[in-house]
């Protein structure tokens, strides 16, 4: 390996936790896995396999949790908000419990209430949880969405009132996804464009990013739409990714495909990665 970046993607488990999702690292050559600790739709707080969380931590795979797509800290809903801590809470401790180097959590949006408001239920809520981590426990990483609606962390410069807002707590941490930045506004298609976002990510958040969702976009920059598509199928371009792996900014920091697709599909993106890195 001649760069520093791992390069792996979301696995797709079946069979168990760490049984099923090692058997689709390798299928696919991922080099570091994400996996879901919870059904990604839903509430339920499922218990874990001790088996197959002790296997997953002895075999030395790098691995990161996606907390559920539902979680949001910024919902005037109350249950939401409620449900949300509780999903959060339950992930941090899965992950613990499997060795994961970080759990991503989406950003969230203030829906239909001010803005202010959704920032001071962030902060009342996300911070206790970020205290609850052990120094041992994994990062919580924040991933900034597309920019619809009315979403309180989308481009770069918004990382840091959010950073601001959680106290730049030591164990929150950054997950860029390279389809939620094109889509709102950060053109990564031009070495230009990458140059400027990962230069003001590292002004904004420094030694913040940890974890990067490599994904291409089905629709063009600026669209605010979250669509991920195939390395260099999309609007991003396959040169993006080498353009970002050199960027200091990104040294040593995974990158993760949640591409669409299969087996197949993934395997091909993971190679393309592979070849733009230099292997």
């Known amino acids: 390996m001649t760069a520093s970046q791992l390069i792996g993607g979301h696995v797709l488990v079946s069979g168990g936790l760490a049984t099923g999702g090692l058997r689709y690292a390798a299928d696919i050559g991922a080099e570091m896995i994400q996996v879901f600790v919870t059904n990604p739709r839903g509430w339920a707080l499922p218990a874990g396999n001790p088996a197959e969380d002790a296997k997953l931590r002895e075999s030395g795979m790098p ?15 109350q249950a939401t908000l ?21 759990v991503v959590v989406h950003t969230g949006s203030a829906v239909s209430q001010p803005r202010e ?19 041992d426990g994994p990062d ?51 070495p230009a464009g990458v140059t400027e976002t990962f230069d003001a990510l590292g002004e904004v958040a420094p030694g913040r990013l ?18 991920h598509e ?6 991003i371009g396959a040169q993006a990714f080498a353009d970002i792996m050199r960027h200091p900014v990104a040294a040593g920091v995974p990158l993760c495909i949640e591409t669409p697709g299969k087996a197949d599909k993934h395997r091909e993106d993971i190679e393309t990665l592979k070849k733009l890195r230099g292997r």
């Open 63 to 77: 691995v990161y949790v996606h907390a559920a797509y539902l979680v949001n800290f910024g919902s005037p809903t």
């Open 117 to 135: 408001d959704a920032m001071r239920q962030l902060r009342e809520h996300l911070l206790p949880l970020l205290d609850e981590i052990g120094d």
């Open 210 to 227: 940890k974890l990067i969702h490599a994904n291409d976009s089905k629709d063009p920059c600026g669209s605010k739409k979250d669509r």
């Open 140 to 190: 919580l990483l924040l991933e900034p969405m597309a920019g619809q609606g009315q979403m309180l962390c989308a481009t770069v410069q918004d990382i840091g009132p959010y950073l601001e807002a959680l106290d730049h707590h030591p164990k929150a941490g950054i997950c860029l996804d390279t389809c939620h930045a094109f889509s709102a506004g950060h053109d990564l298609s031009t």
């Open 82 to 102: 409620d449900n949300s801590v509780a999903v959060v809470r339950h992930t941090l401790r899965r992950g613990a419990e499997i060795g994961a180097l970080g």
């Open 230 to 235: 195939n390395i260099g199928a999309g609007h």
